[in-house]
């Protein structure tokens, strides 16, 4: 299995990728996935599904509102102060504290600012005035990933419309870390929008305003920024290091804004999430995912045709994997809609089974079967009512 990521690449780009793609594959990427390879034997459908992060919690927020409190996961430092919840102002900001008096705020402020309406304890990546909820809307997601003590808490905007602006759409996200307190914010797109003279903030505040650290050249001065980065890591209660860091969004899913595309051999064979495929010989798929109409990552997944079915066994036999006749196709949950049929010389049904790890122990009603050839033939049917199938004999041996 392999990956790799890019920005915003063209089709052509795009397709000679996917050739390098199944040339070099020590290529790796860790934040989406194709699933895990497969083996299995000609003719046994197989469901491939990607993932990437896990699926981000969607805010429906008002115009100029604040929403919360929401739960951070774990406990974190802000100023000098433990907290454990956080709320999420509509124009691209997270703070430590309620904030009532900051709804209906939507010009960008210097920092630090004490003034009543403007939030604080606070973290703006970047405010500026936005517009999440116009048609589309779940545009803010969140969601606490990884594991304890390592846990990361993402706020992100998904391509959210500026107000007066809605063509133009920000993406961005801000994290903050479990242990080192560190708070970072990466942002994908913030286009210009001659509202409000495109005038954004980036930085933080403490409690009451007095206390801020900007990101220079962006305290509340017209700006746009495409895969950009910065980190606020903190230097003791009341002082924070601000600095440029690699810009990579964590893998958060944000919904149904993710575009998911499947290709074999660089020919595109399917959208969404999960596809079903059956193949006949040994084929390596690549899974495409678009995230929020920018970043694009790559993976590769590999099902391996085994075409030797058994064509003889023995349930008395000694060794254990000849004494049941078995389809292989395994992990099973990556199965759909299995079904194999046995039938004997007769044309009659002697085992049946929608289970692809359920093999035939040579009975049927309990009874022993004689030795002798008997038919059989797996199928599954498709949503769109296509039945894919594979046939063929066993010898069933005393």
Request: hydrophobic share 35%; aromatic share 12%.
């Amino acid at each position: 299995m392999v990956l790799i990521y890019c920005s915003r690449l063209d089709e052509m780009k795009k397709l000679r990728l996917i050739v390098l793609l199944l040339l070099f594959p020590l290529w790796s990427f860790s934040q989406l996935s194709a699933g895990v390879d497969d083996t299995i034997n000609p003719g046994v459908p197989v469901t491939l599904t990607a993932t990437y992060g896990m699926l981000g919690i969607g805010i429906n927020i008002t115009d100029d509102g604040v929403q919360g409190p929401l739960p951070i996961g774990f406990e974190f430092t802000f100023f000098g102060y433990k907290y454990t919840q956080f709320y999420v102002g509509a124009n691209g900001w997270v703070s430590l504290s309620p904030n009532p008096n900051a709804i209906g705020t939507r010009k960008a402020f210097s920092v630090p600012s004490n003034a009543d309406y403007n939030p604080k304890n606070c973290i703006l990546g970047p405010f500026v005035d936005l517009n999440p909820i116009s048609a589309g809307s779940p545009y803010i997601f969140y969601q606490t990933i990884g594991k304890e003590p390592n846990r990361s808490l993402i706020v992100m905007w998904c391509e959210c419309p500026l107000y007066n602006c809605m063509d133009s759409v920000a993406t961005f996200q801000i994290i903050l870390n479990e242990g080192s307190n560190m708070i970072e914010n990466h942002i994908m797109r913030k286009p210009e929008c001659s509202w409000l003279g495109n005038k954004a903030t980036l930085g933080i505040q403490n409690r009451d305003g007095t206390i801020g650290f900007p990101v220079q050249g962006y305290n509340a001065t017209a700006w746009s920024a495409k895969d950009t980065a910065w980190k606020y890591l903190p230097d003791g209660p009341d002082r924070y290091l601000v600095d440029t860091i690699r810009y990579q969004l964590k893998p958060l899913t944000p919904g149904d804004k993710i575009v998911y595309k499947w290709y074999q051999a660089g020919t595109e064979i399917g959208e969404g999430q999960s596809i079903n495929v059956t193949p006949n010989e040994t084929t390596t798929y690549v899974v495409y995912a678009r995230i929020c109409a920018g970043d694009e990552f790559y993976d590769t997944v590999t099902v391996f045709v085994h075409p030797n079915i058994p064509n003889a066994f023995n349930p008395g036999s000694a060794i254990g994997k000849n004494k049941k006749f078995k389809i292989l196709g395994v992990p099973p949950e990556n199965i759909t809609l299995f079904n194999m049929q046995i039938f004997d010389r007769w044309g009659q049904i002697v085992y049946e089974t929608t289970d692809v790890t359920e093999g035939w122990d040579g009975t049927f009603k309990g009874k022993p079967c004689p030795s002798e050839v008997y038919n059989w033939v797996i199928f599954y049917e498709t949503s769109k009512k296509t039945r894919i199938s594979n046939k063929g004999q066993v010898t069933l041996i005393r």
